[in-house]
């Protein structure tokens, strides 16, 4: 099995940037490659697909309000992935889970292992 800690959450204001990072571990993690992504949930809304990216980096996945503004890189040495938050507004505010599958296509459509969240809170 896979586990997953997120962080980086916190306040900041409209235009601001945030970094997340989300550490993976286990004994699987490594041996099947896994693709890594993020999801976000705003209040009274479902969790939406936010980025993802396969193991290698060769393919990477947004969604469109995310485009321009948002990065999702990552570094296997450590077992983490990032969001680079950039040109922050407030319906970005959410709790923003970090997923994991060995197919980025997977992560992508919502399946896999789920981290526990952190919370965005951009103000006006």
């Known amino acids: 099995q896979v586990q997953l800690v997120e962080s980086g959450g916190g306040l900041v204001q409209a235009g601001g940037s945030l970094r997340l990072s989300c550490e993976a571990s286990?004994?699987?993690?490594?041996?099947?490659?896994?693709?890594m992504g993020w999801f976000r949930q705003a209040p009274g809304k479902e969790r939406e697909f936010v980025a993802a990216?396969?193991?290698?980096?060769?393919?990477?996945y947004y969604t469109d309000s995310v485009k321009g503004r948002f990065t999702i890189s990552r570094d296997n040495a450590k077992n983490t992935v990032y969001l680079q938050m950039n040109s922050l507004k407030p319906e970005d505010t959410a709790v923003y889970y970090c997923?994991?599958?060995?197919?980025?296509?997977?992560?992508?459509?919502?399946?896999?292992?789920w981290g526990q969240g952190t919370q965005v809170t951009v103000s006006s």
């Open positions: 997923a994991a599958d060995p197919s980025a296509a997977a992560v992508r459509d919502g399946h896999g292992t």
């Open positions: 286990g004994r699987t993690f490594r041996r099947y490659r896994y693709a």
């Open positions: 990216m396969s193991w290698g980096g060769d393919t990477t």
